[in-house]
T-cell receptor, first 115, second 112 residues
Framework: AQTVTQSQPEMSVQEAETVTLSCTYD???????LFWYKQPPSRQMILVIR??????QNATENRFSVNFQKAAKSFSLKISDSQLGDTAMYFC????????????FGKGTRLSVIA | AAGVIQSPRHLIKEKRETATLKCYPI?????VYWYQQGPGQDPQFLIS???????DKGSIPDRFSAQQFSDYHSELNMSSLELGDSALYFC???????????FGPGTRLTVL
């Protein structure tokens, strides 16, 4: 079975600093998608960034970027210039196949941005 | 842009009652997923539909059933509710490709 592991239950970062959230996964699939979702106190699930496994280039969305290491099965999220609004639970998620398959989530990392 | 709509947003039920949760996917999205998120937990997959047919089944109790209708909206029916069913229920929709799931705001179910 596919699994996603987030080894940091909680993290904190000073406003304007950079923080990296870790994620590893286990799969025998060669084609898959990886995602980071943000869940603020409102509990809405917000897609932050996605990565296709066949793409070697790391995805970037404004202040959010990933370090995708396919051989190591690692998919970390870097948040630059942290803002108070980044305070949330962050879930790493994985889709084992392409098309119509459910997400497999990690347990999440609770990030607090401190003023 | 249109988003996934879920109703109701909050629901309070007594034990052994029934509940129906509704989900309206983003227009033209052909796949709907249901997830259950307990307090302090990650979302757990329940069931999904592709083009109105059941696509995948996860940890959905036998007391729960779901379907997708001709207009692509989906309903999750929950019977004989238990205290442990209290959770946030998300619906997500996507196109088959790329499989990027967009989540609704969730329905918060409280069973007393």
């Amino acid at each position: 079975a596919q699994t996603v592991t987030q080894s940091q239950p909680e993290m904190s970062v000073q406003e304007a600093e950079t923080v990296t959230l870790s994620c590893t996964y286990d799969t025998s699939e060669n084609n898959y998608y990886l995602f980071w979702y943000k869940q603020p106190p409102s509990r809405q699930m917000i897609l932050v960034i996605r990565q296709e496994a066949y793409k070697q280039q790391n995805a970037t969305e404004n202040r959010f970027s990933v370090n995708f290491q396919k051989a190591a099965k690692s998919f970390s999220l870097k948040i630059s210039d942290s803002q108070l609004g980044d305070t949330a639970m962050y879930f790493c998620a994985f889709i084992p196949n392409s098309g119509n398959t459910p997400l497999v989530f990690g347990k999440g990392t609770r990030l607090s941005v401190i003023a | 842009a249109a988003g996934v709509i879920q109703s109701p947003r909050h629901l309070i039920k007594e034990k052994r009652e029934t509940a129906t949760l509704k989900c309206y996917p983003i227009p033209r999205h052909d796949t709907v997923y249901w997830y259950q998120q307990g307090p302090g937990q990650d979302p757990q997959f329940l069931i999904s539909f592709y083009e109105k047919m059941q696509s995948d089944k996860g940890s959905i109790p036998d007391r729960f059933s779901a379907q997708q209708f001709s207009d692509y909206h989906s309903e999750l029916n929950m019977s004989s509710l238990e205290l442990g069913d209290s959770a946030l229920y998300f619906c997500a929709s996507s196109l088959e490709l790329p499989n990027e799931q967009f989540f609704g705001p969730g329905t918060r179910l409280t069973v007393l």
